[in-house]
């Protein structure tokens, strides 16, 4: 980071003439491509969604031009920070110099109620330690998680999948915590009255796994009636993707690995395809004929649009973008964080969290 001064003011709530819009707070500076790419995202969300107002925080003059050159300046008030959390930023460094950053000053805005949501693609580690700081943790959780969604074969198109990474560990009341906070998540984003739960293992029988594998497994069971989900039991990796479960509980030293896997894996394919159809003058043609089903498999594999870890456990709603998210992938993460604050996730996820060391859940019907 750079320490070259501070300026505490934070922006004031959009103008009360206006309806109710959903105002999201954005961390401007923290990702690779820089701020350009951050406002190039935020203007392709506006353009398809009427209801979304933008808190931006970063440098001023040259938020000022971007949203200028974007023609957005109605939609947005930009709110000046002095410093940024770059990439190798040390958490610890960020809770106790971060006050001026960028991401500090976003996640304020959320704190303070001027903004329903939060989007950073800043630094996970500093992120997530400056939101605990700055937003707390939910009452009865011991640790948030980060839940992605991972695109699969089911109804919604997408599993749901926590924690990756947020922590490394996780006994059996985290992991029955991540069931619930995930249960909620897949109820709120995609309408699923009733979703199906996993616990991922090393196979489905049930003598397999860890010790506290087994004890999250006959905790989660025993929750399912009042949590108000099926739980299917064990899950293998290929389940992920199979459209078979709803939401997939592991720690966050697994899931981590599994995601980074599976984006490798999505960009060897691609690769290959394309080394593939270039290879001779008839492949070059197949590849002519087969353009439009390719397509929509780039699409479809395509993780710039499932773009978007969203920091449950937390009072408030926060998004991590990849931090090497372009225009398309910040798009993404926007559209899920509008999605969340639309919904009224954090309350409803509130609503639902348990405390952990009680043997039933808080029952709440509207969540």
């Not at 971060?98 to 996640?107: C, E, L, P, R």
Request: aromatic letters at 4%.
């Amino acid at each position: 980071m750079t320490d070259v001064g501070s300026d505490p003011t934070h922006a004031a709530p959009p103008d009360a003439e206006l309806p109710r819009r959903v105002v999201l707070s954005i961390d401007a500076m923290g990702g690779d491509l820089g701020p350009a790419a951050v406002v190039e995202g935020i203007a392709t969300s506006a353009s398809k969604n009427d209801d979304l107002r933008f808190i931006l925080h970063g440098d001023g003059d040259e938020l000022t031009k971007l949203v200028r050159k974007r023609r957005i300046e109605d939609l947005c008030e930009i709110v000046h920070a002095n410093d940024v959390v770059r990439m190798d930023d040390k958490p610890s460094h960020v809770m106790r110099h971060g006050k001026d950053t960028s991401m500090w000053s976003a996640i304020t805005s959320v704190k303070d109620g001027h903004a329903d949501a939060c989007v950073s693609c800043g630094n996970t580690g500093a992120l997530m330690a400056v939101s605990m700081i700055r937003l707390r943790k939910l009452a009865g959780v011991n640790r948030p998680a980060i839940a992605i969604l991972w695109p699969s074969r089911g109804d919604a198109g997408n599993t749901v999948m926590l924690d990756m990474g947020a922590d490394v560990k996780a006994d059996s009341q985290d992991l029955l915590q991540y069931a619930l906070m995930g249960t909620s998540y897949a109820r709120n984003g995609f309408d699923l009255k009733r979703p199906r739960v996993g616990l991922l293992n090393v196979g489905t029988e049930e003598n397999k796994g860890r010790p506290e594998l087994k004890e999250a497994y006959d905790l989660i069971a025993r929750h399912a009636d009042r949590g108000h989900y099926d739980f299917v039991g064990y899950v293998e990796g290929g389940d992920i993707p199979s459209g078979t479960v709803d939401v997939v509980v592991t720690d966050g030293f697994t899931g981590n690995i599994a995601l980074k896997s599976a984006e490798g894996t999505a960009k060897f394919i691609r690769e290959i395809l394309s080394d593939a159809f270039r290879y001779t003058i008839l492949s070059r043609l197949a590849a002519v004929l087969a353009y439009s089903s390719l397509r929509r498999l780039a699409k479809r594999i395509d993780p710039r649009r499932v773009n978007g870890g969203v920091f449950l456990g937390l009072n408030g709603t926060v998004v991590k973008s990849h931090g090497s998210a372009d225009a398309t992938g910040v798009a993404a993460a926007v559209k899920l964080a509008y999605q969340l604050a639309e919904a009224d996730f954090s309350r409803r996820l509130a609503a639902r969290i348990a405390e952990s060391n009680q043997s039933d859940p808080v029952e709440q019907g509207d969540t």
